[in-house]
């Protein structure tokens, strides 16, 4: 079983950058395609941005020219930069992997879920 670890959250002001880290174990990593998704309190778990098996990306209109999605899959690890944070970008924001190497399928896996606040 795959175990998928994030880090790199934390309290940043409105304006700032955070850099959201997730490394995944024992698979074989660059053949999925992998997500972060995001979850405020009170809302429900939405996407926020994929990663293509090949590293086609995809965001959510939210999010589109702030945040960026990559991986390493030399290191297993999966990151989502993110820019120009505002407040309501505040949520758990959890990192999932998909079944095949092409996002917008199932996932079968997910972390446990690193906290970002931007507030002042």
């Known amino acids: 079983q795959v175990q998928l670890v994030e880090s790199g959250g934390g309290l940043v002001q409105p304006g700032g950058p955070l850099r959201l880290s997730c490394t995944a174990s024992r698979s074989i990593f660059s053949d999925y395609a992998m997500a972060w998704y995001r979850q405020a309190p009170g809302n429900a778990r939405d996407s926020v941005a994929r990663i293509s098996s090949g590293g086609i990306t995809n965001y959510a209109d939210s999010v589109k020219g702030r945040f960026t999605i990559s991986r390493d899959n030399a290191q297993n690890t999966v990151y989502l930069q993110m820019n120009s944070l505002e407040p309501e970008d505040t949520a758990v924001y959890y990192c999932?992997?998909?079944?095949?190497?092409?996002?917008?399928?199932?996932?079968?896996?997910w972390g446990q879920g690193t906290l970002v606040t931007v507030s002042s």
């Open positions: 999932a992997r998909g079944t095949t190497g092409v996002f917008g399928g199932a996932l079968d896996a």
